[in-house]
């Protein structure tokens, strides 16, 4: 039995736009790379002064579902139409989480083209929906770690669990009668 992965687009799901995600999705690993280099003629090679991550393309092959009429799918095609613009006719900037990964959300706009492929009788349509993410990186809800410390301690432990290199804000809060005399704060990075 195929998996069929489910996503939510401007916080409305798919099933709820009555199209689902169809097998042979284009969800990049990494968006493309915009390389800055220098080629100097009669030298070898080029001058690698490093790269930038370029937007992220997501191509997502689609078709409406439980149209069983023409006049269903005229809607479901509306419905699609009136989340992807705003009241402007202009592309409306959506949040665009896989539930795949349901912690991890894209920013995203309709950018290209988007025809639709009708197909028996006109009562079913599959069609590629093409949204770019201007901002290549997924982002997820910021969390946070409190500690309490009831007693002298020589060392507290508090680490970043993620794969992110993420500054830390620390904040102590004296509950306490007596003064905090001194605080040492080291910063470790492993590897």
């Excluded at 169809?22 to 030298?43: F, K, L, M, Q, Y």
């Excluded at 991890?104 to 492929?117: C, D, N, Q």
Aim: contains cysteine; negative net charge.
């Amino acid at each position: 039995m195929a998996i069929v992965h489910r996503f939510t687009l401007g916080g409305v799901t798919d099933t709820t736009l009555g199209i689902q995600l169809a097998p042979g999705s284009d969800e990049p690993i990494a968006p493309r790379t915009r390389d800055r280099t220098v080629v100097i003629p009669g030298r070898a090679g080029a001058w690698d002064f490093g790269a930038d991550m370029r937007e992220r393309t997501f191509v997502l092959p689609c078709q409406f579902v439980n149209c069983t009429t023409q006049a269903l799918l005229a809607a479901a095609i509306r419905t699609l139409a009136d989340l992807l613009f705003d009241d402007d006719g202009e592309p409306e900037d959506l949040t665009l989480v896989f539930t795949k990964e349901s912690t991890k959300t894209y920013t995203v706009r309709y950018s290209g083209k988007l025809p639709i492929a009708r197909i028996v009788a006109g009562e079913v349509g599959t069609f590629k929906l093409p949204l770019t993410s201007f901002d290549p990186h997924a982002y997820a809800v910021e969390s946070t770690d409190s500690k309490s410390i009831t007693v002298n301690a020589d060392y507290v432990d508090v680490t970043n669990g993620g794969n992110v290199k993420t500054p830390c804000e620390i904040t102590i809060t004296n509950n306490g009668v007596a003064d905090i005399d001194w605080l040492r704060i080291v910063c470790r990075q492993s590897k």
